[in-house]
């Protein structure tokens, strides 16, 4: 059996805030039982809604001090930054056009910031961002939470330690059912805001699931993404934003690969699947049961690699809770996102560098997410045709 | 996306102790985990080792308040109890013969208890404990975890709202590969005790994993074992405990069924699966992959019913966390047994009944796996003769 | 890609006649390919049927000399023994009961048996068909086709070679749900004579499928089972033969094993599985994707070894047809019994021993079957008791 | 059991001539024992090679009249056309670029024509072709031999059937990795002309697997394709013709689509995956188990379709040689387009139309592929512009 030290290591959990993850929102309870799970983080504060008694509402319910469910991020971020147990990060879970300014006003006020994907709604306001966290030297964490499974990990590795030889294709899909149907016209919440272009951006799913399977291509093959040549669609009458995304893409260096992001595809339930393939040899990987990962090296049997099994590498043992076999899930790899945003902040509070083998995705993933988007929207607006990223 | 209430609904978390789980051991940190993942209990205390030395720094380790670092579960016990902040529960995960003194201990001291499996290392005390928690009044939870998970709730609705019909037969296999070695012998503290009669008590992979398969073909079929007919083996040269079992089952109304339990099947990690049939159709599982559930209705095509997914019952809705297609696993499941424990215990201290719709593996349910690993060594010693359970 | 040399390299094909088979038969359209699909064989006579008109009509039906389609296979052997171009071989497709007196006749008049399984309905009878193949010397070929199939011949030559280490547990099942309502009682004829203990013998589904499994573990693992404890079920009211069996196996040597034989099994087509663990590693495979096979060296990853895939034995090699890739099924399985049959003729015809390499099922291979039906049914009489071969 | 009906029924053979298939050519078995597994063909002669010699040994090889293995097809084509008892079909398994002669000149002297794919070189010989098929009024049979599976015929019926509502989303891949090294220097003669564009044509792996592809889903979907937006590339340095393409496809109609064909994907033994969608539900399909086809009504469980099980439709049924759970597979599939073709070549042969339930690649089809693969070059040559089929 392969594992990791017991989590539960820090004697003092970091003080956590949140923006966003009111009642009814699915998003908030996954990142508060992230923070909560290796007991990393203690959430204290939060402006749960811009409805005052909602938020008031939300914070009673999962016991926060009454005092510290604000109506307001900015009046968070001013109260907070006074306390002397204010808060030291914030996670921020609300919808696209809403990461900026609270991540900004947070990461200014010395507050380290965790956010979710994608970065922002547009590329100028990724750009700043990038220039705000660089500036004021806080800690910066994208929760795109697919790159914290252990297999992924490994898979990273496998390609680094040239196992694969150098690569050639890699194929990358991104499928889910859920928008088949006009939902956001139907009272879904989390339908309504990911179509409206003033509240996602200019990608629909391509910013929802396509910057996800964007990222992990990048994470696991290290290659950089030159052009894009992209097919947006709107199937669902009506809809203003692309529900499904057909893409080309050229590697910096030779590459060359796939990806498709849909949400109108029956019997997709959260399908990310990773396909990678080099001179040597191919791994293949799919969310839906992330425990396993597929390696075959040219001319030899297909092998299955399993997370806490055997052949498994450092880099995806340190992030390994329990023994092969009894498989970790989603909130898994999300928690280890929140257990690396704690190992770089605590060295950064302790003026330490952050250790090399910490690793999660940071503000200059999210911009380079936001060029793959951009770029992708700007060639399916030019029929398609091959698109350098800005 | 099918989700249950936020789970930090708790506005104070239950105050929690623990009976071994020291440095090293692999089940405490999981007990830690399950019991902070929803945020319904907060470990307080220990007695994380009968060294002392080794207590202290467990705790310091996990953030314990020194004072409540116990090198004694009955100082503990005594301690606890006076305390106004003390402990309201306590999670024993010691070796199987170092269940019932604590366990008794606890109970009588007005302490809820949540113990490892098998309940007991002897059939006696396992019926010993049952007189004690029904005489307290306290809540008894043994951590048949795997219990917990949502589609395993669905199976069990299925079954008894009649999906399948009468049943007529339960296959059931719980394989693993780590023991296949004398791993014993050559340092493995896990599987030491495991293969020593003193500590693991009559069954060594009957009483470590044939308990789960047993706790769950019940969990799941409602049926009643009436009799087996086992052979027990060894394999290992020089193991004093059974390695590998094969189990013919009969059940009180006439179903009948096999067992298999081994820690010597190369190529098997974890492999707790579970298949039931009846007249009017077929159930399959298996914990590797815990979110799918396979049903055939008789003369239909076989359809895959997910975690979270389509046609989910209420009863596994309301232990879901995340979306379908969004994996949970082992932790989540074990988590799930917690919740319930503390839904049970806050019940039980606000004088309120159980709700019905809580469910978690009772004393009574660790006093029948005892009575069935009773049967099957009683039954292999006797030429695997047919046995009825005690 | 991995090929095997173009089969089609018979000069002449061996002349064929079947007995049984007529129209409306299952079996014997499946004998009838599998004996053109390599082009060893010629159907030139057949008694489809002992009501001559039926038989004429089948036949006609399929390019059949009316003057070879007789209504009796006593007539058939005489008259086709005569002719210059007589059958050399015959095809026994009947039902369990009528393969004894055909097969011996046959044998007596000189001409090769190709056998449907189980052997004969009866162990004596299956006694003396081994003692008449004997003192004529004719090729007797028992239809145990999964035996044919490539990665089966694999799994077997990496027993052998030792690759799994001393054998420890095989467990073996044979799941079908065809039988799980009295389809019998409906009209199917296929049903009608399975249940039918003057037809099909003492074992039903241990007949009809058991057999097959046993055969199969025997063939893979050259273990020899020396007892077996045998509960025998008839689930399906009214049946009179088993439908559903649960056995332990002991093998000489000191392996131990399970069999389950199920015809009521709702979710299971012809789910034929064995899996195999020695002290090395573990070996699983499943027929119904029979092209794969998952072999697991201890403490290394599980690998896919796949037909005419990487790491391919010569002995798999001979009887694969198409490249790795290319799904192989359940007639090619089937067609090399046939091959085999083929190979063993030519050289008997020729006066030469039969090549080493050629594998089939024999007719001792149909004894050893017939043993182990009889032990089970005793067993189970017997309250499941251990009981040996006779 | 589902079963059709015994294919045995051909009172003749229908007398077969081959082109190509000489010693050591992969195809040319595979078609010799496609024509033979249902009887419908008997192979009497064949120019198995442009070298006199070796077509005479080849032909001896499997059984032929020395007479009737010719050294020239325009020989075998000229003197077959004269016998009473000359061929009345020829199969041509030549390399690309000799397909258009051969067809021809067979089709002009009146000779029905089953021919591998692609249909030829150039797109123009192609256009010839379909000139002389309908003028001849012979049979052309091209072998996209994938549409011969009976789940493929089932998934045709119900897109047509509307079970999956309006199309929109089409995806495709055929994945190999035989060529991930440079083979066809290494003396490997299936790679050799595959990578030469004066025997293969303008397109590699396109022409090879692409085509197959191309066809499966128009066969599938009955959808007509629009325009392509092609990344065709050679990744082993010196290839001369296109391993690895990416499209991006748009239909007739409004729905899109993806291709991807590879033969450098490590891993991938002969993976022809297709999955389609429509408003109402998706379908997934991958050759490797042919068997099996998922079917997820939207807003459902998945559902496990399997060759001959429930719910199988007719036009599947009809094509099914043996029950579910007897797994048919490459050959089975290949040899129902020679049942087919027998079927319609009977008809045309009797004055008769062609039953309208036997389907199977035609002439049109073979032109439709090559006008995919001609805009799918020139688009790749237009740095991937969408391109209209021509």
């Not at 970790?328 to 950064?348: M, P, Q």
């Amino acid at each position: 059996m392969v594992l990791s030290t017991d989590p539960m290591t820090a004697p003092r959990p970091i003080r956590l805030g949140m923006v966003g993850g009111g009642q009814g929102a699915f998003i908030g309870a996954v990142h508060r039982i992230a923070a909560r799970l290796d007991g990393e983080f203690a959430l204290v504060a939060g402006a749960f809604s811009s409805d005052a008694e909602r938020s008031a509402a939300s914070g009673a319910e999962i016991g926060i001090d009454p005092a510290r469910a604000y109506a307001d991020f900015g009046a968070m971020a001013e109260a907070e930054a006074e306390r002397d147990d204010g808060i030291e990060a914030v996670a921020i879970v609300t919808p696209n056009h809403l990461h900026f300014s609270p991540a900004k006003t947070f990461l200014e006020s010395g507050i380290h910031v965790i956010c979710e994907k994608p970065l922002t709604a547009k590329l100028e306001d990724a750009l700043e961002l990038q220039r705000v966290a660089a500036a004021t030297g806080r800690v910066f964490v994208l929760t795109h939470n697919y790159t914290g499974y252990p297999v992924i990990r490994q898979a990273r590795a496998m390609v680094a330690a040239g196992e694969l030889g150098p690569l050639r294709v890699v194929q990358v899909e991104y499928a889910q059912d859920w928008l088949t149907e006009a939902v956001e016209t139907a009272g879904s919440k989390q339908a309504e805001w990911r179509v409206d272009p003033d509240k996602a951006g200019a990608g629909g799913a391509l910013g929802d699931i396509g910057s996800h399977a964007f990222n992990l291509l990048t994470f696991v093959t290290g290659l950089t993404l030159d052009s894009v040549a992209a097919d947006l669609s709107a199937f669902v009458p009506g809809r203003r934003l692309d529900d499904n995304d057909h893409l080309l893409l050229r590697f910096t260096g030779g590459a060359k690969g796939m990806l498709w992001a849909s949400q109108i595809a029956p019997g997709h339930e959260n399908g990310l699947r990773l396909r990678v393939y080099g001179e040597k040899g191919g791994l293949e990987w799919a969310q839906e049961n992330p425990n396993q990962l597929w390696f075959t090296p040219f001319g030899e049997p297909k092998r299955l690699i399993t997370r806490g099994g055997a052949t498994t590498v450092p880099a995806a043992q340190r992030v390994t809770r329990v023994p092969a076999g009894h498989p970790e899930g989603y909130l898994e790899g999300f928690a280890t996102i929140y257990r690396e945003a704690a190992s770089a902040i605590r060295a950064v509070a302790e003026g330490r560098p952050i250790p090399p083998d910490v690793m999660f995705p940071t503000v200059e993933d999210g911009v380079e997410a936001m060029r793959f988007i951009d770029a992708a929207v700007r060639s399916s607006s030019d029929d398609s045709r091959w698109t350098k990223l800005g």
